[in-house]
């Protein structure tokens, strides 16, 4: 098999990812895909930056087992504890969630006023603030954890007073900072962010759809576009609970998912 029809792999730790691999499709609906969910272990963002790290590298080291040609870790718990590990360490590009939602967000604002809403590890990883002051040191970024967006959204509760009431609680404040733009700092957020951007009135940056970009600039830089005119497979493997993975699922990349197989990843 030639390098540009090798697929690209994406993991997360569990269903939240298929919103980077829905934008990744959009972006580059010929290549290859294979998407890992680490469902039996999901959530990371309540796990210690060491277990993050086990599970990062054994995630990675299944997927290059499948003969990847490009590494998106498309976790922001993984990214901000992981990424330089793994670019270090494997042989294959590596592209994250948190750089290029991160330079995005530099390049809409205007005031410099940034926020970054996430899981609580994200935001205590201060992962968006370095990567924003890095492409702009005058940035004032202010980091905002939303924890119960996760499992509100796992339960496929996308509207409503729920989900409203619990972004006012949150994002009460945030106009006061003088914030003109928010990025959505977890792959679940992008499935409520017209709801999130309802309550705020402020500009969102979507992660998923800014590291699409950057995936198509890394295959295009090292010339390792797929050109076939075949039909592109996309595989789907999970740790736990593939039924489940796949009802919700298909809410999170807006097709039915098939062919996904559970497997065991790690000791």
Known sequence: MSLSEKPIGIFDSGIGGLTVLKEIIKELPAENTVYLGDTARVPYGIRSPETVGK?????????????????????????SISLLSLKKN?????????????????????????AVIGTETTIKSDSYKKAIQSADSTAEVTGIACP???????????????????????LAG????????????????????DVIADVVKIPLIDSAVETAKEVHNVLR????????????????????????????????????????????VGA
Request: aromatic share 8%; glycine share 8%; net charge neutral.
């Open 174 to 193: 945030v106009k006061d900072l003088g914030v003109d733009t928010i990025v959505l700092g977890c792959t679940h957020y992008p499935m409520i962010k």
């Open 55 to 79: 599970y990062s590298i054994e995630n990675s080291d299944f997927l290059m087992s499948k003969g990847i040609k490009v590494l998106v870790v498309a976790c922001n718990t993984s990214s």
């Open 221 to 264: 830089e090292n010339k390792i576009l797929r050109n076939n005119g075949g039909e592109p497979s996309r595989e789907f493997f999970v740790t736990d609970s593939p039924e489940k993975f796949a009802e919700t699922g298909k809410i999170f990349l807006g097709r039915a998912i098939s062919n996904i197989s559970k497997i065991t």
């Open 148 to 170: 119960l967006f996760v499992p509100l959204v796992e339960e496929g509760w996308l509207e409503g007073d729920v989900v409203t009431l619990t972004a006012e609680k949150y």
């Open 90 to 114: 494997l042989s294959v590009p590596v592209v994250g969630v948190v750089e290029p939602g991160a330079r995005a967000a530099v390049a809409r604002s205007r005031t410099k006023k940034i």
